[in-house]
């Protein structure tokens, strides 16, 4: 049977609606599973006043999950990093390739490692870079039979979200409202959502020449050529 499970990686709670939600939503309208993999808290991208980190990351995670319930995601995991102190370790390398291995992704979708710019501090946040590697690196020791415990899986395609270099485009001008609606699920981080309305539809998924909005990725594809 083919396997028609989605894995999509965030650094933070609300990576993933800026990227790529609506290419999701037309995917889960094919017959995919998307799991939801969130590697830090998000704790220190609160902008809604001064709580302890405790209830910041409580806040972060509901929003999370009520966005990803709204798309229907089937499963949202927090692997609970500490937010702007994401190193790239062993120990995170084995985890993510853990999951790879279990739940058999056809399709992995992260944060572009290959973007090198650094012309956007955002953009080019510490746990979006280390993210990034290290699930690239975890795509690689999955198909790999030594490496660590498990059934080896070979991801088909990655779609790197967040790209310099997309050469993949994806029409999503009959669901822009969906996509705004789950991003301003996280109400802790827009304090006047407006402004981030426009930026999504004048600059984020305003890409493409033919699309009035999009989402743009680096598609890969993982071919078995030996
Ligand atoms: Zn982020």
């Not at 006047?192 to 539809?201: A, C, L, N, P, S």
Request: glycine share 4%; aromatic share 14%; with cysteine.
């Amino acid at each position: 049977m083919k396997n028609k499970t989605i894995l999509c990686f965030a650094a933070h709670p609300d990576d993933l609606e800026y990227s790529c939600t609506a290419t999701l939503h037309l995917l889960i309208k094919e017959g995919y599973e998307v799991i939801y993999i969130i590697i830090t808290n998000g704790e220190n991208g609160f902008k809604m006043g001064s709580l302890p980190p405790k209830e910041r990351v409580a806040i972060r995670r509901r929003e999370q999950i009520e966005a990803a319930e709204m798309l229907g995601v089937k499963e949202t995991l927090f692997l609970d990093y500490k937010d702007g102190f994401l190193d790239y370790t062993e120990e995170l390398r084995a985890r993510l390739t853990g999951f790879i291995k279990k739940y058999k992704p056809e399709f992995v979708f992260v944060f572009d490692p290959a973007n090198g710019e650094f012309d956007s501090l955002n953009l080019f946040h510490r746990d979006h870079r280390n993210m990034a590697l290290a699930v690239f690196d975890a795509c690689f020791a999955a198909k790999n039979l030594w490496m660590y415990p498990g059934e080896p899986h070979r991801i088909k395609t990655l779609y790197f979200y967040g790209t310099r270099k997309p050469n993949c485009f994806v029409d999503i001008t009959e669901h822009i409202e969906l996509k705004l609606k789950l991003l301003a699920c996280h109400k802790s981080q827009f304090p006047d959502f407006t402004k981030i309305e426009q930026y999504i539809r004048e600059d984020i998924c305003a890409v493409h020449p033919e699309y009035k909005y999009s989402e743009a990725f680096r598609k890969l594809d993982i071919v078995q050529k030996i």
